[in-house]
C-alpha cells in the first residue's frame, strides 16, 4: 500500500487512488457532507498535493489553522482580492509552484464568479495538459455550476475536467446538497462517492440509481444515516463508514449558543503575496498610461451612470408637472359611460355632446413621451393622463438597492464594445424571437465573420443572451426574464413580480437604447 489517508477507521484509502479522481460528496445541510470534504482536503494538503478549492459561501479559509493555504477573491478570510483579469495568473502560479489555492467566491455577484472561474478553470486544464502533474480541483454547491438540464460553457469545462481529467493527472472533488441538481453524467462517472443522509424523493432517487441495493432498501439504510455517517461507493465496493471529524476551523459550522473563537491562522509567505500581487497587474506592472486610461474609462463610466440618472429624473419631472388629481365626487361614475364619452370627445371635438348621464368631458393637450396629443378628461374629476403618461419605471418607486442594482448592471453593459451592445440591444428588442447570425449581422450592419469570430461572451456568462445551434447555424435569443430573475430574486419578498416585471421592462429599454449609441 502506498501513502494512506486517515478519513475513516472503516476505510483504507490510498493517495494513490486519489490521482485523476472524480469524487462526489453528497448529502443534505448539517449530514456532515462539508465535514467530508475538510477532511479530504486536509489528507490532500498534509501529503503535500497540489489543489484549488472553489469555495462559494467563504467556509474553507480555516484550513490555514493547521496548514499554508493562500486564500484568494472577496469574502471574510481572503487575503488579496482578486477577479478575473489575474485568474490564469493565478491559476498558472498555484499549479506551477505547487501553491494550494482557496477561491473564495462568496462576495462575487453571478455574472463576476462565472467569468473568473471561466478563466480560472480553462487555465487550469490548459497547464495540467502541459505539466501533467496530479492536481485536483473542489467544488463546493456543485449544483450551481453543473445543473442537471442546462447547457452552459462553464458546465461544459467542469464536466470536462470530472470526466476526462484524469489522462492530465487533473481531478475533481464535487460537492453539493443536491444530488438531483447535478448533471447526471458527472455523478454517473464518478469514481468514488460519499453519500450521506438526503430526504427529498427525488435525492433519493439518484442514490437508488447509483447504489446497487433495492428502492425500499436504499431508503432504509440512507435516512437511519446520522451525521458524520456516509455510504461509500468504489465501483463494485459499497462500505458504510463515519469520516473522522476535521482537525481545522470549520468556519461553514452550524450556529449554535456557544461561543466560536477562530484560531490563529498560518500565513503564506511573503514571496507568494508578492507573486500574486504581480499576477494582479497582469504579466508586467501596468505604465502610467495604463493606468490613466483605466482612470479615464472608470470616470467615463461614472459619468455615463450620472447622465443616465439626469435624464430619467428630468422625464419624471416632466411627466410629474402634467398630472393633475382632485378629489374625484363621493359617487363612481359608470365606466362605460365614461368610455363612450371619451370616444365621442375625440371624435367630435367642440361637437354635442353624449346625452347619456355621468360627468361631462372636455378635450385637453397631453404629454406623452414628450408629445402633445389630445384627450378627453372628465371636468373636475382627474385627468385620464395621470395613468397615460406614467411610465413602469416612473410610476412606482424601486428600493435604493434595487435601483443601484439596475444602474451597475446597465453601466457594465455600457463599459463593452459596441458591436456586442449592438448585438445585445438587437436581441432583446426583438424577443422573443431568436436570430440566425446571418439574421443579427444583416440588421446591425456587421459582417458574419466579425460575430462568429468575437461572439459576446460576456452577456452569454452574464445570462442575457442565450446561444444555441439550431439546424447546423448558431442562434441567439433574449435570456433577459430569467436574468432578473436571478439577480434580483436576492431581493424577494421585499419584491413583488409585478416588480420583476417593472425591472425587466426598465432594463429592456435601457439595455436597447445602449444598442442604439
Not at 1 to 17: A, K, N, Q, R, V
Not at 274 to 291: P, V
Not at 462 to 490: C, I, P, Q, T
Amino acid at each position: 500500500m502506498g501513502i494512506p489517508l486517515s478519513i475513516s477507521s472503516d476505510l483504507d484509502l490510498d493517495l494513490e487512488d486519489i490521482i485523476g479522481q472524480c469524487i462526489a460528496i453528497l448529502g443534505i445541510r448539517g449530514s456532515g457532507k462539508s465535514n467530508t470534504a475538510g477532511v479530504i482536503f486536509e489528507e490532500l494538503l498534509h501529503n503535500n498535493y497540489p489543489l484549488s478549492i472553489i469555495d462559494i459561501d467563504g467556509e474553507y479559509f480555516g484550513l490555514k489553522e493547521k496548514y499554508e493555504v493562500l486564500v484568494v477573491g472577496r469574502g471574510e478570510g481572503v487575503e488579496i482580492e482578486v477577479d478575473e483579469n489575474c485568474a490564469q495568473e493565478i491559476a498558472q502560479i498555484s499549479m506551477e509552484k505547487n501553491i494550494p489555492i482557496v477561491v473564495d467566491l462568496s462576495g462575487f455577484l453571478s455574472e463576476e464568479r462565472t467569468a473568473f472561474l471561466q478563466e480560472y478553470l480553462s487555465a487550469l486544464w490548459t497547464l495540467a495538459g502541459r505539466l501533467r502533474h496530479p492536481y485536483i480541483i473542489g467544488i463546493e454547491e456543485a449544483h450551481e455550476f453543473i445543473p442537471q438540464g442546462v447547457k452552459t460553457e462553464l458546465k461544459e469545462l467542469i464536466a470536462r475536467i470530472a470526466l476526462r481529467g484524469r489522462k492530465r493527472g487533473l481531478g475533481a472533488i464535487v460537492i453539493s446538497q443536491r444530488s438531483a441538481k447535478v448533471d447526471k453524467d458527472v455523478l454517473s462517472q464518478a469514481g468514488m462517492l460519499f453519500l450521506h443522509r438526503v430526504v427529498h424523493e427525488v435525492d433519493m432517487r439518484v442514490y437508488s440509481e447509483l447504489l446497487p441495493w433495492r428502492k425500499a432498501e436504499t431508503k432504509e439504510i440512507i435516512t437511519a444515516l446520522s451525521t458524520g455517517e456516509c455510504v461509500y461507493l468504489n465501483g463494485d465496493s459499497v462500505i458504510p463508514i463515519y469520516v473522522r471529524e476535521r482537525e481545522t476551523f470549520h468556519a461553514g459550522f452550524t450556529p449554535s449558543l456557544e461561543v466560536v473563537i477562530t484560531p490563529e491562522l498560518k500565513q503564506v509567505s511573503q514571496a507568494i503575496i508578492e507573486a500574486i500581487e504581480h499576477a494582479k497587474l497582469g504579466k508586467g506592472k501596468k505604465t502610467r498610461i495604463d493606468q490613466l486610461e483605466e482612470q479615464l474609462d472608470h470616470l467615463e463610466s461614472e459619468a455615463l451612470k450620472k447622465d443616465e440618472t439626469i435624464a430619467r429624473l428630468e422625464g419624471i419631472a416632466r411627466t410629474l408637472g402634467y398630472i393633475k388629481v382632485e378629489v374625484p365626487p363621493p359617487s363612481y361614475p359608470d365606466v362605460q359611460n365614461i368610455s363612450k364619452a371619451i370616444v365621442h370627445s375625440v371624435e367630435h371635438p367642440g361637437g354635442a355632446r353624449s346625452s347619456a348621464p355621468g360627468p361631462s368631458y372636455s378635450v385637453r393637450p397631453v404629454a406623452v413621451n414628450g408629445e402633445h396629443v389630445s384627450t378627453a378628461a372628465p371636468v373636475g374629476v382627474i385627468d385620464i393622463e395621470s395613468s397615460v403618461t406614467a411610465s413602469p419605471e416612473q410610476s412606482i418607486e424601486l428600493p435604493d438597492a434595487v435601483e443601484r442594482h439596475i444602474e451597475r448592471i446597465v453601466g457594465r453593459v455600457a463599459r463593452k464594445n459596441i458591436l456586442h451592445r449592438r448585438i445585445l440591444g438587437f436581441v432583446i428588442g426583438h424577443a422573443p424571437i431568436s436570430y440566425s447570425v446571418d439574421q443579427i449581422a444583416a440588421w446591425t450592419n456587421c459582417a458574419r465573420g466579425v460575430i462568429d469570430n468575437d461572439p459576446p461572451r460576456d452577456f452569454l456568462d452574464m445570462g442575457l443572451l442565450v446561444r444555441e445551434r439550431r439546424s447546423g447555424k448558431m442562434h441567439y435569443h433574449s435570456n433577459l426574464k430569467a436574468f432578473v430573475a436571478r439577480e434580483f430574486g436576492l431581493f424577494q419578498p421585499d419584491l413583488a413580480l409585478a416588480d420583476l416585471h417593472r425591472i425587466k421592462v426598465i432594463l429592456h429599454a435601457r439595455l436597447v437604447q445602449l444598442g442604439e449609441q
